[in-house]
């Protein structure tokens, strides 16, 4: 883990729990845990979602001279778990898509994030039974965190 993927783990997960509902969609908000915290195997609750937040590899490029500044490209993995129907997983899926879209100007961020993109979205149900997965993947950049 990088310098930056603590704080943007914990951006990620403040920015989807303050976000959620805001629209009115009713849309069941999800269990939001970082993958070091979610250490139960075998026991679920399949009447609510989760979505593990994980870190991913951090980009760093240096600039100025000497190297003295950094431009850090934190990547969170946000690894979407439902247990109940395929309209609902779709509904989390498509909710957390559109909060993620709606921060991509992050000037107002207290940790100094200039911008929050999406990078990657797979789909993952077709190796599991009884139970659908998503993973996307974001990526933010800060100067110097």
Do not use: C
């Not at 950094?70 to 969170?76: F, M």
């Not at 789909?123 to 659908?132: A, D, E, I, P, Q």
């Amino acid at each position: 883990m990088g310098v930056g993927s603590f704080d943007a783990i914990d951006d990620i997960i403040a920015i989807l729990t303050a976000e959620w509902n805001t629209n009115d969609d009713d849309v069941p908000q999800p269990k939001f845990t970082k993958n070091w915290e979610e250490k139960t195997i075998g026991i679920i609750d399949d009447t609510q979602d989760i979505v593990v937040v994980t870190p991913g590899a951090e980009k760093i490029d240096y600039f100025s001279l000497y190297g003295r500044d950094h431009l850090h490209y934190p990547v969170v993995i946000l690894d979407i778990r439902g247990y109940g129907t395929e309209e609902r997983h779709r509904a989390v899926i498509d909710r957390v898509d559109a909060i993620i879209k709606e921060q991509v100007r992050r000037e107002n961020s207290s940790n100094g994030y200039t911008d929050l993109r999406l990078t990657s979205s797979r789909n993952l149900s077709h190796n599991y039974r009884n139970m659908f997965r998503h993973v996307m993947e974001a990526t933010y950049r800060v100067l110097n965190p």
